[in-house]
T-cell receptor, first 112, second 113 residues
Framework: DGGITQSPKYLFRKEGQNVTLSCEQN?????MYWYRQDPGQGLRLIYY???????QKGDIAEGYSVSREKKESFPLTVTSAQKNPTAFYLC???????????FGPGTRLTVT | DAKTTQPTSMDCAEGRAANLPCNHS???????VYWYRQIHSQGPQYIIH???NNETNEMASLIITEDRKSSTLILPHATLRDTAVYYC??????????????FGKGTKLSVKP
């Protein structure tokens, strides 16, 4: 089946630890995105990548880092510098900027 | 990208049509109207998009007013599985920036038996 996978679905970490969220797609899409969603709110863009080995900051990139070494993978690291990391994280991909985005199932991160 | 306004919540009886409105009075000529929905604790799902003509697919119909300042998403026969938050988004497609979507708070549609 083609699609986007995110793992794990639930993740728990202690404050001060870095944590990496996985996002993999087998849709052969060039562009990939990371969004953050807080309870009752819409999605906010963290980082995006239009092509392998290139990525750009979104609206709320502080405290996060990404890499795009392979077309199918776009991992997100939530660093200890992120003040409020507890949130629902969504990864998306699209063929190109003129097409709709496909979203993964999300990872719910809780930091205590 | 233009801002959109949607009602916070709506109810619909199962089997009836659900009509979800969206205002986008500042929409530009090269901006499309997109609809996504998000079922609780899942990733958003693309529904439909359009520029100025009405559009229909297997999931829904999109009606855009002639002045393009508002639109309505129609789910013709709502089921309990259509209970979700529905997002109306307007954005440029061709020549757009990074291609990301700007999600507001959407409309929470509750389909009741």
């Amino acid at each position: 089946d083609g699609g986007i996978t995110q793992s794990p679905k639930y993740l728990f970490r202690k404050e001060g630890q870095n944590v990496t969220l996985s996002c993999e797609q087998n849709l052969n899409h060039d562009a990939m995105y990371w969004y953050r969603q807080d309870p009752g709110q819409g999605l906010r863009l963290i980082y995006y990548s239009q092509i392998v080995n290139d990525f750009q900051k979104g609206d709320i990139a502080e405290g996060y880092s990404v890499s795009r070494e392979k077309k199918e993978s776009f991992p997100l690291t939530v660093t200890s510098a992120q003040k409020n990391p507890t949130a629902f994280y969504l990864c998306a991909s699209r063929v190109g900027p003129d097409y709709e985005q496909y979203f993964g199932p999300g990872t719910r991160l809780t930091v205590t | 990208d233009a801002k959109t306004t949607q009602p916070t919540s709506m109810d619909c009886a199962e089997g009836r049509a659900a009509n979800l409105p969206c205002n986008h009075s500042t929409i530009s000529g090269n901006e499309y109207v997109y609809w996504y929905r998000q079922i609780h604790s899942q990733g958003p799902q693309y529904i439909i998009h359009g520029l100025k003509n009405n559009e229909t697919n297997e999931m829904a119909s999109l009606i855009i007013t002639e002045d393009r300042k508002s639109s309505t998403l129609i789910l013709p026969h709502a089921t309990l599985r259509d209970t979700a938050v529905y997002y109306c988004i307007v954005r440029v497609i061709y020549g757009g920036s990074q291609g990301n979507l700007i999600f507001g708070k959407g409309t929470k549609l509750s389909v009741k038996p």
